[in-house]
């Protein structure tokens, strides 16, 4: 289960502060990411992070609270409402919203808001990995694979992936970006995923790397360099098989 990474908008700072402190002792799954004080500027803190939930005062300066949504093509993510007013609870719903809070804010009721929330976001992380299931199965050929990264499901394309490394129980996997991504997997576990893809070499007990990513290799060195600045290792016993399917 990820955390939940979540917004709060609110134009009373005392209001900021009961609210974060109470997510922060009560509701640990959830991420606090900023504290934005009106709407215009949780539009630019949402495009910033992406959360997955805003907790959304509506009595504020030049906008209220559901305008907000009026600043996106899609909303991409959920709504807590915060108020001391219940009037404007339909208004609330009318827009989706995925809860209502009224203050002062009742700790119970909190908990069950954040839950709905965390619901949504499994569904939603279930949904990205079903989906990239269905689009493997339809073409027969991995694109793409799921790592957990912090807490987070990342996609990544198998075109990016320049190497990957193993260390003890985990293996490292290097995209062209330069980024490196931690999985708990073992090197045969990869091996099996790209058994089809005469792109990737099994060069050496701790290294599958790339063929379309090297730059060159030393036959002395026994080593591979590769873009983004890697080196992997090639053993001997695999050399000749190496030296073959580069020129293949």
Same mark, same amino acid.
């Given at each position: 289960?990820?955390?939940?990474?979540?917004?709060?908008?609110?134009?009373?700072?005392?209001?900021?502060?009961?609210?974060?402190?109470?997510?922060?002792?009560?509701?640990?799954?959830?991420?606090?990411?900023?504290?934005?004080?009106?709407?215009?500027?949780?539009?630019?803190?949402?495009?910033?992070?992406?959360?997955?939930?805003?907790?959304?005062?509506?009595?504020?300066?030049?906008?209220?609270?559901?305008?907000?949504?009026?600043?996106?093509?899609?909303?991409?993510?959920?709504?807590?409402?915060?108020?001391?007013?219940?009037?404007?609870?339909?208004?609330?719903?009318?827009?989706?919203?995925?809860?209502?809070?009224?203050?002062?804010?009742?700790?119970?009721?909190?908990?069950?808001?954040?839950?709905?929330?965390?619901?949504?976001?499994?569904?939603?992380?279930?949904?990205?990995?079903? %989906?990239?299931?269905?689009?493997?199965?339809?073409?027969?050929?991995?694109?793409?694979?799921?790592?957990?990264?912090?807490?987070?499901?990342?996609?990544?394309?198998?075109?990016?992936?320049?190497?990957?490394?193993?260390?003890?129980?985990? %293996?490292?996997?290097?995209?062209?970006?330069?980024?490196?991504?931690?999985?708990?997997?073992?090197?045969?576990?990869?091996?099996?995923?790209?058994?089809?893809?005469?792109?990737?070499?099994?060069?050496?007990?701790?290294?599958?790397?790339?063929?379309?990513?090297?730059?060159?290799?030393?036959?002395?060195?026994?080593?591979?360099?590769?873009?983004?600045?890697?080196?992997?290792?090639?053993?001997?016993?695999?050399?000749?098989?190496?030296?073959?399917?580069?020129?293949?």
């Amino acid at each position: 289960m990820r955390k939940i990474r979540a917004i709060l908008v609110d134009d009373e700072e005392s209001a900021r502060d009961v609210l974060s402190n109470l997510l922060a002792r009560f509701c640990p799954e959830v991420e606090l990411l900023e504290k934005c004080t009106n709407v215009e500027s949780a539009v630019k803190a949402i495009h910033e992070h992406q959360p997955d939930v805003v907790f959304l005062d509506i009595e504020m300066p030049n906008y209220a609270g559901y305008e907000i949504v009026h600043f996106f093509d899609e909303v991409r993510f959920e709504i807590i409402f915060v108020t001391a007013y219940d009037s404007y609870a339909l208004r609330a719903f009318e827009i989706s919203a995925v809860d209502y809070l009224l203050k002062p804010i009742d700790i119970d009721r909190l908990k069950q808001a954040v839950s709905k929330v965390q619901q949504t976001v499994d569904l939603k992380q279930l949904a990205d990995r079903y %989906s990239l299931l269905g689009k493997t199965l339809q073409t027969n050929e991995v694109k793409s694979i799921v790592v957990a990264e912090r807490g987070y499901q990342e996609i990544i394309q198998i075109s990016d992936i320049v190497a990957i490394e193993a260390q003890e129980s985990y %293996s490292y996997i290097h995209t062209a970006s330069g980024k490196k991504y931690m999985a708990s997997k073992h090197l045969k576990h990869f091996e099996r995923i790209f058994e089809d893809q005469s792109t990737f070499l099994r060069v050496h007990k701790s290294w599958i790397i790339n063929k379309s990513r090297i730059i060159n290799y030393s036959k002395t060195d026994l080593s591979i360099n590769l873009e983004t600045g890697i080196s992997a290792k090639l053993s001997k016993y695999k050399k000749t098989e190496f030296e073959e399917a580069i020129l293949s």
